[in-house]
């Protein structure tokens, strides 16, 4: 894996992020931007089935202020040219090659719905390369419902306009609600746009073979699972289940968020998210 390095100030959602280290590495063969923010105890966050890195900046821009935030971006998450991964365990390893390069020891891995399939695969096989694990939107092992099924058919068929009534059900679900118009809601359609339609298509064709849950026993890391209260992609029963499997694991609810609560209610989670570091910190003392 090789790296590039320059300095430049992101803007995102209006905001300024403070001037941070942005890095381009080769992951899966291609290249991806890595983008480092604010100092402190690591945090790598793992982004979800679309959007890319981007979606989580403003949650970034919260962490940053007390910790060493790690964004980075999955393979194909601009562009599809590249070589696709063939399981959720390869997206891990990209992960694993990641903090390999970027010399990160045993930082702290947060992963968000299917990022956090990324964080759990890499847990349970490279246990001893995190130091901590933050979950959102995530289980053990998906259930594929009907409407994922559908949902990957018509993205892998037809080609879908931005205001297309189907997708925009898809993103009212991602709010566990029709959101409210604004610059938060418009900013989650813009993200999302930006993969393309067949790389989620193939994103959730890979999930229907991703189980972790007879491997969970490895994870011997402080552990947190934060689960919105109206997130219907996973449940919150489902997401208290898989904390439930992880030996002291603590279990926390976001009250009124959905799937994307990580970005609607980004203060409750960066509480949580700063707890956790805490034990994180006494953990390796």
Not at 12 to 22: P, Q, S
Not at 145 to 170: C, S
Not at 218 to 238: H, N
């Amino acid at each position: 894996m090789r790296i590039a390095r320059k300095r430049r100030t992101e803007r995102l959602m209006g905001c300024h992020f403070h001037e941070g280290l942005e890095e381009f590495a080769q992951v899966g063969g291609e290249w991806s931007e890595v983008v480092r923010l604010g100092q402190g105890d690591p945090i790598v966050l793992v982004p979800g089935l679309a959007g890319g890195w981007k979606l989580l900046a403003p949650l970034a821009r919260r962490l940053a202020r007390h910790h060493q935030v790690i964004l980075y971006g999955l393979r194909r998450d601009e562009s599809p040219l590249g070589p696709p991964a063939r399981s959720v365990a390869e997206y891990a390893q990209d992960l694993a090659c990641l903090l390999d390069e970027l010399r990160l020891e045993r930082p702290t891995v947060f992963g968000v719905s299917f990022g956090g399939a990324i964080a759990l695969e890499l847990a349970v096989e490279r246990p001893h390369r995190i130091g901590g694990l933050v979950l959102q939107g995530v289980e053990s092992r998906f259930r594929m419902t009907l409407g994922a099924t559908i949902a990957r058919r018509v993205l892998e068929r037809f080609p879908l306009p931005t205001d297309n009534g189907f997708l925009n059900q898809f993103f009212n679900l991602l709010h566990g609600g029709k959101p409210e118009p604004g610059p938060l809601t418009d900013f989650v359609v813009e993200r999302c746009w930006a993969t393309d339609q067949s790389v989620v298509a193939h994103r959730i064709g890979l999930l229907e073979s991703f189980d972790v849950s007879d491997r969970l026993w490895r994870i011997d890391v402080p552990t947190l699972v934060l689960a919105g209260t109206r997130d219907v992609i996973v449940p919150p029963s489902r997401q208290r289940a898989l904390a439930d499997s992880i030996a002291g694991a603590r279990f926390e609810t976001i009250e009124g968020a959905g799937h994307v609560g990580f970005l609607t209610h980004g203060g409750d989670v960066t509480r949580h998210v700063g707890r956790l570091l805490n034990q994180v910190r006494h953990f390796a003392c």
